[in-house]
Structure formats: structure tokens, C-alpha cells
């Protein structure tokens, strides 16, 4: 469990909790048909289907489901939260101007389904759509059969996921009808002013600042566009080479993940800005290479939606007897930067300290541990997802899968730590300023991690640990019957465009 400490801290409950609203709140009906706009991931104004058909009748409530379990299960922890009450913060300050303004449910999906039933009987309530873990799936499913066989629910769909009539045949061609779709209008002005029976905003806001963490990536619309903008001004210039190297990636991604992840800008809009800019664009390789990520973004995070058991099984059922036994020591070296082969500490404790780090490395790091250090995934995905503010469950288990060789659809890369090491960082500068212990010494020795006495001592021995990876997983993959099952995995996942 990723946050005991966080859990400790908020778990008291707030002065307008549920159980203080049963008393005060539950033996009044209400008498307007209030429209009810619940957010959980689409953090923003703009472009947004629930606040935007919510708000056309211009009485209308708006709840960001608090909900401690969620924040603590796997994966999720206070870096992410901290991000979310930027994107909060922001959204609370731009209702304003719509005469409306943030409550807090704290509680379940349940708790609040009860709520509703009592309070609002007659209220209409809308959702956007969000592919999420097991816990906020059942919470969501149990909520929408509360609603069963009534229209009062409306779910919207999410960018550009398939949820219903999935077919990964038509997938494409619908992702991009589906980016080329006007863009919502902002939400209209509420004409009536809400009761706050629930929580206000700033007072959530009071009892949260206690599990902020400082010095990771700013949330919020504003600073997705600010990204948006130099992105296309200048940044993407050399984009696609840059993106492999850690220190030259900080500056040349666009950097835009944790906003995607939240929702404070929709993807659509990215897509059509994007559009719009190509034409006079220097970098129309770079920003080709761009608009390819936005639609894996949706591919991947199709995988989850259309198998929710991926959360905790390999894609390929063959794979999940690969690596049975748990090394806690091996997976604490790992997880805290001290392997011994410094490229691979320094993108740890670069990732620890700045809560993101580019593809390449992610892509080497779950390597480093699925191969060389042969850890089952299901062990050391939740501990690596908790390091990322753009923590996204439907990117992070499916890529996890692939860089570990258990989704049997697509070719084991086992990425050399060494290789990496020399050839992003050939003089070493960026290892040395992670690693200032290493000041003194020859590139060459930190790109082999043959430094004896110098530094600690390399976890395990990279030739045999990839020999034996190597060996292993190609023996499995060269049978009939997990070739059979191979395809059974590409005709649910695989993309067409490969085929
Ligand atoms: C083991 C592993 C775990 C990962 N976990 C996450 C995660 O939890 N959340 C997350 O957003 N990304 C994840 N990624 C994908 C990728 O590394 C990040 O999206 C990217 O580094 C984010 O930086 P950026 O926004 O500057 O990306 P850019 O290169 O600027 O790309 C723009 C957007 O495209 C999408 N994108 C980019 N690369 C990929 C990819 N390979 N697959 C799917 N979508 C992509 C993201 O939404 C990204 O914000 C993971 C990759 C690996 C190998």
C-alpha cells in the first residue's frame, strides 16, 4: 500500500462529512431538479462533457469525490494528489465567474450514490467516463447500478476510448472522428446559487495542505497551455532525437503528461492545436512524431479498459509463472537508486526527485527490473507508478507488461544499462551531477559500473542476468501453445496499424 502516512493525516473526518449530512440534510426532499456534475479525472473547463451538458439548464451542483482508499491503493500517491489540488485550485477560481463553485463529497461512490437518492431524488447526474484501477472501477459500477433503468445518469465517453461496441478493427478510425469533434463550449453560468451542503472547496483545500508535496510539476489549464505553447514555439525543435536523453528530454518533451493524465487539458484539444499549428510549423518531423504519442496514449490505455484484469495479470497467461519469487532486497536497491551501475541510480533518484523522467529510461528501468533482476511485475509496477505525477494506469500496467516480455505480442527488448549509460550520457555530466561522488572518475569505468571500492558494489552481474532473461523468455515464446495464445492477445490489443 502506497501512503500509510497520507491515510494517517487525512483520515479524520471533515466537519461536513457524510455521516454529520445524514442528520442535517437527509429528512429534507429537494425540490429542484438540480443537474449533478461529478469530476474525478477531467480536471478543466474547457472541452468538457459533464460540465458542459450539465450546465445547460443553469442549475447545477459540481462534486470532486474525495475518497481516502482511492488515495491509497496501489500506484497512487501525495505527489499525484498535489498535482490534482492545483487542477482543483484552478477550476474552484474559474466557477466563480460562472456564479458557481467546487463542493467536496468525502466518501464512496456509494455514500454518495445514498446521498443523491435522499437529498436530489429527482436530480439528473453527470460523468465523464475515466479508465481507472479495480477500486475505482467497482466503486463506479456499483454507483451506475444504483441509477439502473433510469435516465437520470448520463456517462460521457473519454477522449477517444471505446467502452462500448469495442473493436479494435475500427479503433483508429474512430480515435480520429473522435479528435476532430467540435470542442465544447465553456459551461454556462449557473443561475441559481447552489446550497453548500457539502464541504467547501477552500475548507478541503485547509485540511489538505498538510499532504502537499512542493517541487514537482505544476497542475492546472494554465500551465498546460504555457506547455502547449512553448512546445510548439520552440521546444519541439529536435523533439524526436532529443526525447532519448534524459537531460536534453526535460526540455524537448512536451512535458504534458500529468495533464493529460488529470484532465487539466483535454487530449482533443491538444490534437486540434496541434492541427492547427502544423502548417507553419519548422519541426513538422518533430510534431509528427508528437501526434504518433497522442494516439498511443489512447491505445494503451484501451488495453486496460477492454481487460481491467491486466491490472494484475500478464496479457500473455503463459508469463505470469515466469518469475515467482519476490527478492525484497533486490527490489529495495532498485526502487531507491542504489543498483550499483550508476546510469541506472542516477535516472532512479532523478525520477524520485522530479516525479517524471522521459520514455527511454522508463522503458530501461522496468527492464532492469523484469530482466536483470527478474522481479515479477505485479510487485515492482505500483512501486514505480507512485514515482510518476502522471501516474496513468492505462499507460503505465500495459507499458510495464510490454518492457517485462509478458504481453507475448510484442518482441522482449532487454535494454543494456551500459549501452544506455555511454550512449546518452557519453562524458557522464548528468550521472555526475545526480551523483556528485562520482566527480573524480573516468566515464568509462561509470558507463561499466567497474568501480570497485568507489561506489556500491552492481546488485547483480549484467552479462549473466540478461544471458539468463534472454534465454528463458525465448524458450517459453517458442512453443505452439503460446503462440496460439499470442494471438488471441493481438486480436484483443494489438494495433492494426502494425499488422
Ligand atoms: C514503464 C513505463 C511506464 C509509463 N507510465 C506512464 C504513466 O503512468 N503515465 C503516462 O502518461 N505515461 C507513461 N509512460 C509513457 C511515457 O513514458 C510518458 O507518457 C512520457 O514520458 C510523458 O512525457 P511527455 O508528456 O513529455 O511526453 P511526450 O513525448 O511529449 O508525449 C506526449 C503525450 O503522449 C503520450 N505518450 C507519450 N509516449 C507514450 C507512450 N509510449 N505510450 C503511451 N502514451 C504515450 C502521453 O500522454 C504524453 O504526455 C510510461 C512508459 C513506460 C516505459
Given at each position: 500500500m502506497s501512503l500509510p502516512y497520507f491515510n494517517c493525516l487525512i483520515v479524520d473526518k471533515f466537519p461536513y462529512c457524510y455521516s454529520k449530512l445524514n442528520r442535517v440534510k437527509y429528512s429534507r426532499a429537494h425540490l429542484f431538479e438540480v443537474d449533478i456534475i461529478i469530476l474525478h479525472?477531467?480536471?478543466?473547463?474547457?472541452?468538457n462533457s459533464a460540465l458542459f451538458y450539465g450546465s445547460l439548464n443553469q442549475n447545477y451542483k459540481i462534486i470532486y469525490v474525495y475518497d481516502s482508499h482511492y488515495w491509497s491503493v496501489d500506484g497512487r500517491s501525495p505527489r499525484q494528489f498535489s498535482f490534482l489540488l492545483d487542477c482543483l485550485k484552478e477550476v474552484q477560481s474559474n466557477l466563480k465567474e460562472l456564479n458557481s463553485s467546487l463542493e467536496i463529497f468525502e466518501g464512496s461512490y456509494q455514500d454518495l450514490s445514498d446521498f443523491i437518492e435522499i437529498n436530489y431524488p429527482q436530480s439528473k447526474i453527470h460523468l465523464n467516463h475515466s479508465t481507472d484501477t479495480s477500486y475505482y472501477r467497482n466503486q463506479i459500477s456499483k454507483f451506475k447500478d444504483t441509477f439502473k433503468g433510469s435516465t437520470r445518469l448520463k456517462v460521457y465517453e473519454d477522449f477517444g476510448i471505446q467502452t462500448e461496441h469495442f473493436n479494435r478493427d475500427r479503433w483508429s478510425f474512430d480515435w480520429n472522428k473522435q479528435m476532430r469533434k467540435r470542442l465544447h463550449d465553456l459551461p454556462k453560468s449557473n443561475l441559481f446559487d447552489q446550497s453548500k451542503d457539502l464541504m467547501e472547496f477552500d475548507c478541503f483545500l485547509d485540511r489538505s495542505k498538510k499532504n502537499i508535496q512542493k517541487g514537482f510539476q505544476q497542475g492546472g489549464t494554465k500551465a498546460a497551455n504555457r506547455l502547449l505553447t512553448s512546445f510548439f514555439e520552440n521546444?519541439?525543435?529536435?523533439y524526436s532525437k532529443k526525447m532519448s536523453s534524459p537531460h536534453e528530454a526535460e526540455e524537448s518533451c512536451s512535458r504534458l503528461s500529468p495533464h493529460i493524465a488529470f484532465g487539466s487539458i483535454s487530449i482533443r484539444e491538444i490534437y486540434q492545436k496541434l492541427e492547427a499549428h502544423y502548417p507553419q510549423s519548422n519541426f513538422k518531423k518533430d510534431l509528427y512524431s508528437f501526434r504518433k504519442r497522442l494516439y498511443w496514449h489512447c491505445h494503451f490505455i484501451q488495453k486496460l479498459e477492454t481487460e481491467p484484469a491486466i491490472e494484475f495479470n500478464s496479457m500473455h497467461s503463459m508469463c505470469d509463472d515466469l518469475r515467482p519469487l519476490e527478492n525484497k532486497e533486490f527490489i529495495d536497491r532498485w526502487i531507491n537508486g542504489e543498483t550499483g551501475f550508476p546510469f541506472m541510480d542516477a535516472c532512479m533518484l532523478y525520477l524520485r526527485e522530479k516525479g517524471w523522467i522521459n520514455f527511454r529510461m522508463r522503458a530501461m528501468i522496468m527492464s532492469f527490473a523484469s530482466y536483470n533482476l527478474w522481479q515479477p511485475w505485479q510487485s515492482t509496477s505500483p512501486l514505480l507508478g507512485e514515482l510518476f505525477v502522471d501516474y496513468e494506469p492505462g499507460i503505465h500496467i500495459p507499458q510495464v507488461q510490454m518492457q517485462s516480455g509478458v504481453t507475448g505480442i510484442n518482441l522482449p527488448r532487454i535494454y543494456s544499462v551500459n549501452k544506455q549509460s555511454s550512449d546518452q550520457d557519453p562524458e557522464a555530466k548528468w550521472i555526475k551531477q545526480i551523483i556528485p561522488t562520482l566527480n573524480d572518475i573516468d566515464p568509462k569505468k561509470i558507463h561499466s559500473a567497474d568501480l570497485h571500492t568507489t561506489y556500491i558494489s552492481p546488485v547483480v552481474d549484467l552479462k549473466e542476468s540478461s544471458k539468463y532473461a534472454r534465454d528463458t523468455i525465448w524458450s517459453i515464446r517458442k512453443g505452439d501453445e503460446f503462440k496460439k495464445i499470442a494471438r488471441s492477445v493481438y486480436h484483443k490489443h494489438g494495433s492494426r496499424k502494425r499488422s
Open positions: 479525472k477531467n480536471l478543466r473547463l474547457e472541452d521546444r519541439s525543435e529536435g
